[in-house]
């Protein structure tokens, strides 16, 4: 009778594991695939700095500390800002040895100072420009790619942050 009661709970058991697998396979098949669009933001940023650093737009002569914050995505795409923003980083590294940036690390525990640690968006340029006074920053670098279709457009802002006036600013297309 033990036995019967068992073998009976257990394919009910199976029966109702099964429907609820097959569930579970309806549900991951009706989410939809993304395309994933790869982009190259190699040569539009090359553009972009190599015009930026040219001596008409910024004199740098002694050693300049920048402070840059995650590109800002205003496209209905997923895109790496932190890959983003290194690449910026990177070439503008390149270009001129004079140039550094405010480190992770020094960024991270002045969030957390003055409150704004746990924000994941871009800051907000007034916000920016607040954190770089505070940590003796010559420029800050405002980053953003937009658009709903190809092309999609890189703009780089170069701020400069005594006096919050934008001395560069250009937009270049991303196929």
Do not use: W
């Amino acid at each position: 009778m033990r036995r019967n009661l068992l073998l009976i709970l257990f394919i009910i058991f199976f029966i109702n594991s099964c429907s609820y697998s097959k569930n579970i396979e309806n549900t991951f098949s009706k989410v939809k695939k993304t395309n994933f669009i790869l982009l190259k933001f190699d040569s539009a940023i090359e553009k972009i700095i190599s015009e930026m650093l040219k001596p008409n737009h910024i004199l740098i002569f002694n050693k300049k500390l920048f402070f840059i914050d995650l590109l800002e995505n205003q496209t209905n795409i997923f895109i790496d800002r932190e890959k983003i923003t290194d690449l910026i980083k990177h070439k503008i590294s390149i270009k001129n040895n004079d140039i550094h940036f405010l480190e992770k690390n020094m960024i991270k525990k002045n969030k957390k100072k003055i409150g704004i640690l746990e924000i994941k968006k871009t800051l907000d340029t007034s916000t920016a420009i607040f954190f770089s006074r505070n940590n003796n920053v010559e420029y800050y670098i405002h980053s953003c790619i937009s658009g709903k279709n190809e092309p999609f457009l890189l703009k780089i802002e170069l701020i400069l942050v005594k006096t919050g006036e934008i001395v560069f600013m250009k937009e270049e297309r991303c196929y």
